[in-house]
Protein backbone atom coordinates (compact mmCIF):
# COMPACT_ATOMS: atom_id res chain seq x y z
CA UNK A 1 0.00 0.00 0.00
CA UNK A 2 1.46 3.08 -0.92
CA UNK A 3 2.21 5.60 1.74
CA UNK A 4 1.04 9.27 1.85
CA UNK A 5 3.27 11.39 -1.30
CA UNK A 6 3.98 15.14 -1.39
CA UNK A 7 5.02 16.52 -4.04
CA UNK A 8 7.38 19.17 -4.94
CA UNK A 9 9.59 17.54 -2.04
CA UNK A 10 11.67 20.97 -2.32
CA UNK A 11 10.68 24.16 -3.35
CA UNK A 12 12.60 27.81 -3.75
CA UNK A 13 10.46 30.68 -4.34
CA UNK A 14 10.92 34.45 -4.02
CA UNK A 15 9.48 36.80 -1.15
CA UNK A 16 5.94 38.02 -2.52
CA UNK A 17 5.37 35.11 -4.64
CA UNK A 18 2.90 32.40 -4.18
CA UNK A 19 2.92 28.69 -3.89
CA UNK A 20 1.39 25.81 -3.84
CA UNK A 21 2.40 21.91 -2.34
CA UNK A 22 0.37 19.30 -3.11
CA UNK A 23 -0.54 15.86 -0.92
CA UNK A 24 -1.80 12.54 -2.24
CA UNK A 25 -3.14 10.70 0.80
CA UNK A 26 -3.06 6.84 1.60
CA UNK A 27 -5.93 5.32 -0.47
CA UNK A 28 -8.90 5.12 1.20
CA UNK A 29 -8.05 7.89 3.50
CA UNK A 30 -10.95 10.56 3.76
CA UNK A 31 -8.87 13.29 5.88
CA UNK A 32 -5.47 14.94 4.90
CA UNK A 33 -4.01 17.64 7.40
CA UNK A 34 -1.38 20.20 7.25
CA UNK A 35 1.34 20.74 9.25
CA UNK A 36 4.12 23.53 9.38
CA UNK A 37 7.53 22.60 10.76
CA UNK A 38 10.51 25.88 11.43
CA UNK A 39 13.09 25.83 13.70
CA UNK A 40 11.52 28.91 15.48
CA UNK A 41 8.07 27.39 16.20
CA UNK A 42 8.63 24.03 15.77
CA UNK A 43 5.25 21.48 14.44
CA UNK A 44 2.07 23.74 14.39
CA UNK A 45 -1.42 22.74 12.83
CA UNK A 46 -2.31 24.21 9.61
CA UNK A 47 -6.15 22.65 9.11
CA UNK A 48 -7.67 19.86 8.50
CA UNK A 49 -10.00 18.80 5.36
CA UNK A 50 -12.41 15.84 5.01
CA UNK A 51 -14.16 15.05 2.48
CA UNK A 52 -13.51 18.32 0.65
CA UNK A 53 -14.55 20.14 3.80
CA UNK A 54 -12.30 22.04 5.84
CA UNK A 55 -13.31 21.02 9.50
CA UNK A 56 -10.62 22.22 11.91
CA UNK A 57 -8.07 25.16 11.39
CA UNK A 58 -5.01 26.27 13.53
CA UNK A 59 -3.74 29.67 14.22
CA UNK A 60 -2.24 30.86 11.02
CA UNK A 61 -3.10 33.81 8.68
CA UNK A 62 -5.64 34.27 5.70
CA UNK A 63 -2.38 33.58 3.47
CA UNK A 64 -2.60 30.21 4.20
CA UNK A 65 -5.47 28.20 3.06
CA UNK A 66 -6.27 24.54 1.49
CA UNK A 67 -8.43 22.32 -0.66
CA UNK A 68 -9.83 19.08 -1.27
CA UNK A 69 -10.78 17.38 -4.02
CA UNK A 70 -13.10 14.64 -4.82
CA UNK A 71 -10.36 11.70 -4.89
CA UNK A 72 -9.30 13.35 -1.53
CA UNK A 73 -5.97 14.80 -2.67
CA UNK A 74 -5.18 18.00 -1.35
CA UNK A 75 -3.37 21.37 -1.77
CA UNK A 76 -2.17 23.87 0.23
CA UNK A 77 -1.80 27.63 -0.99
CA UNK A 78 0.46 30.31 0.65
CA UNK A 79 0.08 34.14 -1.23
CA UNK A 80 2.81 36.62 -0.57
CA UNK A 81 4.92 34.76 0.37
CA UNK A 82 7.59 35.95 3.35
CA UNK A 83 10.85 34.60 4.48
CA UNK A 84 9.03 33.38 8.05
CA UNK A 85 7.20 31.11 5.48
CA UNK A 86 10.51 28.98 4.79
CA UNK A 87 9.60 25.63 6.36
CA UNK A 88 8.89 22.03 5.76
CA UNK A 89 5.23 21.64 5.31
CA UNK A 90 4.04 18.02 6.33
CA UNK A 91 0.98 16.32 5.63
CA UNK A 92 -1.03 13.70 7.04
CA UNK A 93 -3.86 11.44 6.03
CA UNK A 94 -6.24 9.68 8.03
CA UNK A 95 -9.23 7.23 6.97
CA UNK A 96 -11.71 8.52 9.95
CA UNK A 97 -10.33 11.97 10.70
CA UNK A 98 -8.82 10.30 13.75
CA UNK A 99 -5.81 11.95 15.36
CA UNK A 100 -4.30 8.71 15.87
CA UNK A 101 -4.54 6.73 13.14
CA UNK A 102 -2.84 9.19 11.20
CA UNK A 103 0.05 8.54 8.54
CA UNK A 104 2.48 11.46 7.68
CA UNK A 105 4.24 11.90 4.16
CA UNK A 106 7.76 13.06 3.87
CA UNK A 107 7.02 16.85 3.83
CA UNK A 108 7.83 19.88 1.19
CA UNK A 109 11.07 22.03 1.76
CA UNK A 110 9.87 25.47 1.11
CA UNK A 111 12.68 27.89 1.48
CA UNK A 112 11.60 31.92 0.45
CA UNK A 113 14.47 33.91 -0.50
CA UNK B 1 -5.28 25.25 26.27
CA UNK B 2 -3.14 22.22 25.75
CA UNK B 3 0.22 22.18 25.98
CA UNK B 4 3.26 19.90 25.47
CA UNK B 5 6.55 19.86 27.22
CA UNK B 6 9.79 18.01 26.60
CA UNK B 7 12.58 18.55 29.01
CA UNK B 8 15.59 18.51 27.45
CA UNK B 9 16.62 19.78 23.93
CA UNK B 10 19.30 17.60 23.27
CA UNK B 11 20.12 14.38 25.20
CA UNK B 12 23.29 12.23 24.71
CA UNK B 13 23.78 8.62 25.68
CA UNK B 14 26.25 6.05 24.85
CA UNK B 15 25.87 2.72 22.48
CA UNK B 16 23.63 0.20 24.93
CA UNK B 17 23.18 2.49 27.73
CA UNK B 18 19.23 3.38 28.89
CA UNK B 19 17.21 5.96 26.77
CA UNK B 20 14.82 8.41 28.79
CA UNK B 21 13.30 11.17 26.46
CA UNK B 22 10.63 13.01 29.03
CA UNK B 23 7.50 14.48 27.83
CA UNK B 24 4.47 16.37 30.29
CA UNK B 25 1.51 17.64 29.04
CA UNK B 26 -1.88 19.62 30.21
CA UNK B 27 -4.74 18.92 29.08
CA UNK B 28 -8.35 19.62 30.43
CA UNK B 29 -9.94 15.98 29.42
CA UNK B 30 -8.44 12.66 28.91
CA UNK B 31 -5.76 12.66 26.26
CA UNK B 32 -4.66 10.54 23.54
CA UNK B 33 -0.82 10.74 23.70
CA UNK B 34 1.89 10.29 20.68
CA UNK B 35 5.72 9.38 20.40
CA UNK B 36 7.09 10.25 16.94
CA UNK B 37 10.88 10.03 15.53
CA UNK B 38 11.91 12.13 12.49
CA UNK B 39 15.16 11.56 10.66
CA UNK B 40 17.17 14.49 8.85
CA UNK B 41 14.61 15.64 6.07
CA UNK B 42 12.18 12.83 6.42
CA UNK B 43 8.79 13.49 7.66
CA UNK B 44 7.43 11.88 10.98
CA UNK B 45 7.42 8.30 12.11
CA UNK B 46 4.90 7.25 14.65
CA UNK B 47 6.32 5.17 17.37
CA UNK B 48 4.07 4.30 19.76
CA UNK B 49 0.53 6.09 21.11
CA UNK B 50 -1.84 5.77 23.83
CA UNK B 51 -5.08 6.24 23.81
CA UNK B 52 -7.50 4.14 26.22
CA UNK B 53 -6.60 0.56 28.45
CA UNK B 54 -3.01 0.13 29.34
CA UNK B 55 -0.96 2.75 30.63
CA UNK B 56 2.38 1.08 29.66
CA UNK B 57 2.42 1.51 25.53
CA UNK B 58 4.97 -0.63 23.55
CA UNK B 59 6.28 0.98 20.41
CA UNK B 60 8.37 -0.26 17.39
CA UNK B 61 12.19 -0.33 17.68
CA UNK B 62 11.99 -1.13 21.20
CA UNK B 63 10.77 1.68 22.72
CA UNK B 64 7.88 2.16 25.47
CA UNK B 65 6.40 5.11 27.11
CA UNK B 66 4.00 4.96 30.32
CA UNK B 67 0.91 7.28 30.88
CA UNK B 68 0.95 8.59 34.16
CA UNK B 69 -1.94 10.87 34.88
CA UNK B 70 -1.34 12.03 38.16
CA UNK B 71 1.76 13.13 37.27
CA UNK B 72 0.65 14.29 33.46
CA UNK B 73 3.49 12.79 32.01
CA UNK B 74 4.71 9.93 29.09
CA UNK B 75 7.75 9.36 29.09
CA UNK B 76 9.50 7.12 26.39
CA UNK B 77 12.21 4.93 27.34
CA UNK B 78 14.27 2.19 25.54
CA UNK B 79 16.67 -0.02 27.77
CA UNK B 80 19.46 -0.14 25.43
CA UNK B 81 19.81 2.43 22.76
CA UNK B 82 21.20 1.87 19.80
CA UNK B 83 23.69 4.19 16.93
CA UNK B 84 20.46 3.96 14.82
CA UNK B 85 18.13 5.79 17.30
CA UNK B 86 19.58 9.14 16.68
CA UNK B 87 17.18 11.35 15.58
CA UNK B 88 14.71 13.78 17.10
CA UNK B 89 11.96 12.47 19.06
CA UNK B 90 8.45 14.49 19.21
CA UNK B 91 5.87 13.85 22.27
CA UNK B 92 2.37 15.31 21.00
CA UNK B 93 -0.81 14.80 22.27
CA UNK B 94 -4.66 15.50 20.77
CA UNK B 95 -8.00 15.47 22.48
CA UNK B 96 -10.97 13.74 20.60
CA UNK B 97 -13.03 16.82 19.67
CA UNK B 98 -10.16 18.29 17.75
CA UNK B 99 -9.92 15.76 15.48
CA UNK B 100 -6.68 15.02 13.39
CA UNK B 101 -5.06 18.00 15.06
CA UNK B 102 -1.82 17.80 17.08
CA UNK B 103 -0.14 19.74 19.46
CA UNK B 104 3.54 18.88 19.41
CA UNK B 105 6.15 19.40 22.24
CA UNK B 106 9.68 21.12 20.49
CA UNK B 107 11.06 17.82 20.40
CA UNK B 108 14.69 16.37 21.79
CA UNK B 109 17.47 15.30 19.81
CA UNK B 110 18.79 11.98 20.68
CA UNK B 111 22.64 11.46 19.92
CA UNK B 112 24.59 7.71 20.61
CA UNK B 113 28.16 7.40 20.78
CA UNK B 114 30.07 4.38 20.52
Known amino acids: KAGVTQTPRYLIKTRGQQVTLSCSPISGHRSVSWYQQTPGQGLQFLFE???????NKGNFPGRFSGRQFSNSRSEMNVSTLELGDSALYLC????????????FGPGTRLTVT | AQSVTQLGSHVSVSEGALVLLRCNYSSSVPPYLFWYVQYPNQGLQLLLK??????LVKGINGFEAEFKKSETSFHLTKPSAHMSDAAEYFCAVSEEQAGTALIFGKGTTLSVSS
Open chain 2, 50 to 55: YTTGAT
Open chain 1, 49 to 55: YFSETQR
Open chain 1, 92 to 103: ASSKQGLSYEQY
